[in-house]
């Protein structure tokens, strides 16, 4: 059965996905000239379209409009590529921003059931507050900063990082796939993470992709649109943002500011010698952070010119691009950074006692098998 669809949808449905026509044939098991002819004609037959829809992660219904929906980010973009706003977000960013708020709509629900207050915290240190003040308020809520932390490498330390946030009442999620779906990896290109704020359940996404190097960034920069009460999508970039996008400016300088305090930097510089590299190797050591991180606040310290810091900077991370990647590891070990160890305890919990069916429990963990979900509470310490 052959069906004629708008042209420009299908175009459309392509772009959305981020895909080439040569890419797009290679999914649909065709040559690049059927793709072009599709696009130019818009007649295939309803097997055809129903992969289309499929292999670009469209509902099947929004081929057959006449115009492609007005697809909007339900929170402020502030993501830019270079000095221009970001593109169409993708169907990947939308589901994970989607799934994100349907899970922590549930958690909101739980805690309000329980008559949990709001966390004070929440929208504390608003965008004007001085950098310094806001970066001071992350670190006593938290009890937590990396230069205190036990571990030796940058994934145990954010591990640690979560935690503490956690422990605060923040659902801290780091995933770098669209739920458990291998296939669908998340680009760091195209973001690095979001908040989420709510003055019950605040929830912050760090693009478990993108590079540990770059992750704990990222997630102090999300944790400071939670103090700012600012909810938002970000890209962050090389940290460096124009001082007109007043909220980005903020957050990123706090997240500096908590991971290397620029006075204490100051002090310790004037004690420390050796080459360049030699000074960010020793001050990579003691706070605990990445060499980007360093050498960001080696600029905001007027040690470098921005020229030497973009040079630096971008060096830094051609070579975390050559580092091997590792794998996914063990599925139920990796589930709690995927999903929030405190939303699923919360969840699993719920739905041991009876209070949240199966059904629903199993939708929000992107689970489909219940061998999946024992096997999982188990991990979580739960007796199933």
């Not at 966390?119 to 937590?144: D, Q």
């Not at 139920?332 to 939303?343: E, V």
Request: charged share 25%; proline share 5%; hydrophobic share 40%.
């Amino acid at each position: 059965m052959t069906i004629d669809l708008q042209p420009h949808l299908l175009e459309w449905a392509r772009l959305r996905a981020r895909l080439t026509e040569e890419a797009l044939g290679e999914k649909m098991g065709v040559q690049v000239e059927k793709v072009v002819d599709w696009e130019t004609s818009g007649r295939l037959t309803l097997k055809q379209a129903e992969k289309l829809a499929h292999v670009t992660y469209t509902p099947f219904g929004y081929l057959f409009l006449p115009e492609p929906p007005d697809e909007k980010l339900p929170i402020p973009d502030f993501r830019t590529v270079g000095s221009k706003p970001a593109v169409r977000p993708s169907p990947d960013l939308l589901e994970v921003i989607y799934q994100s708020q349907r899970r922590q709509e549930w958690f909101r629900e739980y805690l309000l059931g329980d008559e949990q207050p709001v966390l004070s915290m929440v929208g504390s240190t608003p965008v004007g507050t001085t950098v310094t003040t806001a970066a001071a308020a992350i670190r006593r809520e938290l009890r937590f900063h990396p230069s205190t932390s036990c571990e030796n490498t940058l994934d145990g330390v954010i591990r640690e990082f979560s935690e503490a946030a956690e422990a605060a009442g923040i659902l801290v999620v780091r995933a770098g796939i669209v739920g458990n779906n291998t296939h669908r990896k998340l680009d760091p290109e195209e973001f690095r993470g979001f908040a989420l704020v709510d003055a019950h359940a605040p929830l912050v996404f760090v693009n478990g992709a993108d590079f540990k190097a770059a992750q704990i960034f990222t997630l102090a920069h999300e944790l400071a649109h939670v103090w700012a009460g600012e909810s938002a999508l970000s890209n962050l970039d090389d940290t460096l943002v124009p001082e007109q996008q007043r909220v980005e400016w903020f957050c990123n300088a706090v997240a500096a500011e908590y991971l290397v305090p620029l006075a204490e930097l100051k002090e310790r510089l004037g004690r420390l010698v050796g080459s360049p590299e030699q000074v960010v190797e020793a001050l990579r050591r003691h706070y605990r952070v990445s060499e980007l991180v360093i050498i960001r606040r080696l600029y905001d310290a007027g040690m470098i010119s921005k020229k030497e810091f973009r040079g630096w900077y971008e060096s830094r991370i051609e070579a975390y691009r050559k580092e091997p990647k590792s794998s996914g590891g063990d599925f139920y070990k990796s589930q709690p950074n995927k999903i929030g160890r405190r939303f699923a305890t919360a969840l699993i919990a719920s739905t041991l006692e009876g209070k949240t069916l199966f059904r629903e429990a199993m939708s929000l963990l992107d689970m489909k098998k219940m061998s999946t979900f024992r096997e999982f509470a188990r991990t979580l310490k739960f007796s199933v």
